[in-house]
């Protein structure tokens, strides 16, 4: 039952960045996604140590277990117009391919990143 409450609690500030983010987005117009500045807004507090990481690590890692079914959305949008892929379909899997990429090496480097400043830490 704790465990359960945590997490909770866990996802409860993870939807606070994303609302707040979209909160912000609304009232200063950016024309970013309000999701996008929820999460960066806590990218900088997890490093500014704001907040510390054992408050949000069990619900991002729910949601991290689970991140298949919240893609069902997205392919059930690609079911509904597929003449977005029949126009420009080779763009759009070449836009994939990159943003793939540049994902795995962003990942690769900021994880080896933290993994070196672990070893000089012990």
């Known amino acids: 039952m704790r465990i359960i409450a945590r997490m909770a609690i866990h996802l409860l500030i993870l939807s606070g960045f994303y ?21 960066l807004l806590l990218l900088v507090c997890l490093i500014s140590g704001v907040i510390p990481e054992r408050f949000v690590d069990l ?4 949601l991290l ?17 597929p003449i977005l892929f029949t126009r420009q379909g080779l763009i759009l899997i070449l836009i994939t391919m990159f943003s ?5 090496i962003v990942s690769g480097l ?13």
Request: proline share 5%; aromatic share 12%.
């Open 19 to 39: 609302l707040f983010g979209l909160g912000l987005q609304l009232w200063l117009s950016i024309p970013f996604p309000g999701s996008l500045i929820g999460m």
């Open 59 to 62: 619900g991002a890692s729910y």
């Open 65 to 81: 277990k689970h991140l298949s079914l919240l893609f069902v959305p997205i392919i059930a949008g690609v079911v509904v117009f």
């Open 100 to 104: 793939t990429m540049m994902i795995i």
């Open 110 to 122: 900021v994880s080896q990143s933290f993994a070196r400043k672990q070893e000089r830490k012990s």
